[in-house]
């Protein structure tokens, strides 16, 4: 009976490698991650099975063991299986000492890379980057991946402002960016900004694909994330990142990463549990 069942796995940790903020495996069978956006780059290679995302409101596919997905940071993003058998994937989390975020947009038009000698050295840094793997191979693994997606990036247009120019939500998204941790109400934001508050949430998904709310909770998980890698109890963590308690970080982290803060937690071998 429970070989029927859809399986979850996940490792995720956090490497001596300058420039990586995490690393994450996981195998999902019917996860859906809902949109929202990360500080770093998302760097993502493909194992096993396909998978459908959209990317700043453009849908886009990935199959097969070929390519390479790169989604810049703060871009809206979503994702979700499409076959029964789901999908394995191995991200790496990059900052932006290994790509500026200028080239977001860029990145954003482009988010599928067709380079085979470019996947097989994200494989080969993957491999060097077990917990006791050689930290000085890393780095020099990653010159060479960094090389190169500069490469694929520069020779891209870059993009023409459009709807991400729009003022009044650049000043709500800074705000958010603010007041990730202590938060803010719909009226506060609208008095500050001087604007109607349903004007204000139009606006902010009208230019960046989601509504502010959800915006803020992305930002909340991502920093849950590093926290947790880090070594800090869920509970801590919840109450350091803005949530109202361990049940509300749960139910949305369960949500966004596929599994529960605890199991998400790094152990000695910088696994998390498999679930169900």
Known sequence: ???????????????????????????????????????????????????????????????????????????????????????????????????????????????????????????????????????????????????????????LQPRTPGHEANRLAAELRELLDSRIYAGLSLREAAAILHAHPTHLIRCFKQTYGLPPHSYLIGKRIDRARRLLLDGHRPAEVAATVGFHDQAHLNRHFTRHVGTTPARYKRTPSGSVATSP
Request: hydrophobic share 35%; no cysteine; proline share 6%.
């Open 1 to 155: 009976m429970t070989g029927d069942q859809p399986r979850t796995s996940i490792s995720a940790w956090r490497p001596s490698v300058p420039g990586i903020a995490e690393v994450f495996h996981a195998h999902f069978t019917d996860h859906v991650y809902p949109t929202h956006t990360h500080d770093t780059w998302d760097l993502m290679i493909l194992d096993d099975g396909s998978v459908d995302f959209a990317l700043d409101r453009r849908r886009h596919a990935a199959s097969g063991t070929a390519g390479v997905l790169l989604l810049p940071p703060g871009v809206p993003h979503d994702g979700r299986t499409v076959t029964a058998s789901g999908f394995r994937k191995r991200n790496l989390y990059l900052d932006d000492s290994v790509l500026p975020q200028r080239w977001a947009g860029r990145a954003a038009d482009a988010p599928v890379i067709n380079d085979g000698l470019l996947r097989h050295r994200i494989h080969q840094l993957h491999a060097t980057l077990a917990p006791t793997g050689d930290g000085f191979e890393a780095e020099s693994r990653l010159s060479f991946i960094r090389e190169r997606l500069h490469s694929h990036l520069d020779a």
